[in-house]
């Protein structure tokens, strides 16, 4: 089985789900303008909400994308693994929509965090299914090029993990370490955003 | 006709589909963080029924992707087959939510069960059509994988039409069946993921 | 400029086009069993519009894919053709919706009538501007499959202006014609689904 | 990196938000023919904000196409610039439903503004990261091209800012100037709606 359909209705589903909180703005109706400047003042958490779930779906859609340029072929365990995935990237919006609102509270948060734990371990496992014994990636893939996934993978799941923890204590600390977690993630994927093995091959085929 | 539009039509289809129940869930507007947690658990219908919705809609979107991995070229009847076929489709996470809801009701089962005949006699008839006589099928493509699909299919369609006829008496062992079938399912979609012809196929593009 | 992106784009629209009245569809909130039966009985102008807009999209779609299938490049003309072609598209879920709850009134009838008028008017330009002189179409494609083309959009178009001008005596004659102008679509879709020239070209490029 | 997936994504992406408008269109509820002919008169406003919608995002979609059929190649820094760049795309709709309802005051004008110097400023950098030193282009693009691909971007972002400065004046005048830039865009991609060099190549490769 090739990937290209995984890609595609990968696409899709992270297309649907970036522009779901979209979906909930609405222009207010209002009768003067002071008016219309304070009730669309008032609707900061959900921009905020919007800009945090598209930052997010963004590195997700990123790692997902880094991922399958070097996958060559998908069985049936990557796809449902693929599958399961999804449902869980479907769910960013509404968890990131109840942390917006109810930060203060540690409900928000762990909900929040095993979301974010299980989107990072269904990555994990695909990373690692994948490149055990060169199943499914590249044979010319570098092993550095996959350990660095995975560890990514396993710190993102970490860092949830404690996040979880700490929201019990206090939920600013929780709130910060998810912060710092999405902007490293943001910086790596920006400075290293491609396989050096895979790039080359697509630089000759395009050339070619 | 290439299949290659058949395919980005229908990625998008199931994309929006697998999506459309996270469409039905919003934030709570809650004043304490007792009451957050008792609307979230109040939600539980909400989240098993987008559950089962992807996981049915997961089996139905595998079994297409592997039927259209064989066809080699579409025509007029096979291109409305498609369409008649996401017809059905789209309405699965409409009887999955009302089968979630009333399960204890026959009329429910009734229709969850349409639904399903539906979209398997569809997927039947694709992929007997296909085949017949090597008309859109690849010329590699071994007789056992056809046999295969069509048994899985009529075996969906059956199963379902005795889960219609059990709600008339006890609508838990229609849910029982349903549960079985799917389950099964996906263990065969897991298991043998792909067709061997064109897999070897595709891995000698990607190589050469 | 190639017309990939214009597939891909076109596929997206039409499958959120398509699913657009399930989006309208949500399970009636019920005490006993009769009134389930009752409440779903009486969402039947919703299926039927939910039906009818699939069969008229699908319809729709398969001309365009079928005249995007000769057309070997795009220019900013055609683009905006398309992009122009796509914004009538987007209607017909809420045309059809107006035409299956007001099948009475003309008002529904002429809105409806304008709605598929615009359609085959831009897929007769589209036909038209890409086949005059060879511009954007494959060299080896016949004269005759292009005249095919132009000749049922150009039926299209009559037909709709005919049923919108009866739809002043009555509004019965106008909903016959709709409906065995699109069945007849749907025949010839399903009996000529394929140009001879691209499809012997696919064969030849998935077989080499 | 390929730049494929990213086309996907942003086919999807401008796909679900070019139909966001129409997601709010509904049918009215009504008794007699006259009132069906009101009320849906009195929706001017959402069908205008649709037709300018779907206008604005074909020209920036045409321009984005434009720009990606030069670029061979992704990295980590376009593939961020492109998240946001359709994270600013998604609120189009969002902003003009803001203008078509409350064209006479200012605050709605500088809000449809921003987004639209940010859309262009964004455009801008993308063209001038994979162009600079022929970082991720085609080798073969002429630089006459790219320079007029940044002059266009950077004339929008100007004249947006323009339109924001005179909507403290009079805010006639803002709409007058994003009328005209708009016209103007779809002038320019329809009379050029491609490059040479990746023209040629296609036709090269579709006839080879």
């Given at each position: ?51 945090i779930?598209?930052?997010v779906?963004?590195v ?35 968890t990131?929509?109840?942390i917006?609102?109810?930060r203060?509270?540690s409900?928000a948060i762990v909900?929040y965090g095993i979301n974010s734990v299980?989107?990072f ?33 396993a710190g993102g799941a970490l860092a949830s993990i404690v996040a979880i923890a700490f929201s019990f204590v206090n939920t600013n600390i929780s709130i910060f370490i998810f912060a710092v977690v999405y902007a490293a993630f943001v ?22």
């Open positions: 089985m090739r990937t290209n359909r995984i890609e595609t209705l990968c696409d899709g589903i992270f297309a649907i789900v970036m522009t779901l909180l979209v979906l909930n703005l609405s222009v207010p109706v209002v009768t003067d303008e002071a008016e219309l400047f304070n009730k669309l003042l008032a609707m900061w958490p959900k921009f905020l909400a919007y800009v779930s598209f930052v779906l963004g997700i859609w990123s790692f997902h994308h880094r991922l399958l340029d070097v996958v060559r072929k998908s069985d049936g365990w990557f796809l449902w693994m693929n599958i399961c995935f999804f449902m869980v990237v479907a769910f960013v919006p509404f990131t929509e109840l917006s609102e109810y203060h509270w409900a909900i299980a989107g371990v269904l990555l994990y496992c695909q990373c690692w299914y994948a490149s055990a014994g060169g199943r499914l990636v590249e044979k010319c893939i570098e092993a550095k090029s996959i350990r660095e996934l995975k560890a990514i993978f910086v790596f994927v920006v400075m290293r955003g491609t396989f050096n093995a895979r790039d080359a091959q697509a630089d000759t085929k395009q050339d070619g």
